[in-house]
């Protein structure tokens, strides 16, 4: 019988909750003070990245900070169009990302990037926003705002099988 390892979704989730533990208990011990703020200063960072949730749960929190609905038309026009650089979101997780993509640059494969598809997308905020950090930069050569990542998962979400 193979022995069976917690999936990376169940330790960031154990992460969370040790780290949001700590902080609960820095602040309520007696010695609060200059403890707990270095405790909440170093951890709370920590627990933002390590958060997990929904796809739902995401595209609520950047339309949130965009202040607008998110436009799934307009996440499809901004993830199959080039921005005056050399690729598009497309160009690695073709123009309908249901299916297995390619990176343009290396050939390596891609899993489907709608949630629908994949159910582990946009499961972690970390990594979403490592990869939307590094995608946005090489399609339109900044970091995207989040009305432009809350339209793209809006579009994403409405793709289904």
């Given at each position: 019988m193979m022995p069976t390892f917690p999936s990376s979704l169940h330790r960031l989730r154990l992460i969370t909750g040790r780290i949001a533990g700590c902080i609960t208990a820095s602040l309520t011990t007696p010695h609060t003070g200059l403890v707990a703020s270095l405790v909440t200063a170093c951890?709370?960072?920590?627990a933002a990245h390590a958060q997990t949730g929904t796809p739902a749960q995401l595209l609520a929190t950047y339309s949130q900070q965009a202040g607008t609905r998110p436009d799934a038309s307009k996440g499809q026009q901004f993830f199959t169009s080039k921005h005056g650089r050399e690729w598009a979101c497309a160009s690695c997780h073709g123009t309908k990302p249901t299916g297995e993509g390619q990176h343009a640059a290396t050939g390596r494969s891609i899993r489907p990037l709608a949630p629908a598809f994949n159910p582990e997308r946009f499961t972690d905020t970390a990594k979403t926003e490592k990869w939307f950090r590094r995608n946005?930069?090489?399609?339109?050569?900044?970091e995207?705002?989040?009305a432009e990542r809350a339209d793209v998962l809006a579009w994403l979400l409405t793709l289904k099988p």
């Open positions: 951890c709370l960072p920590l946005c930069n090489d399609v339109v050569g900044r995207c705002t989040p």
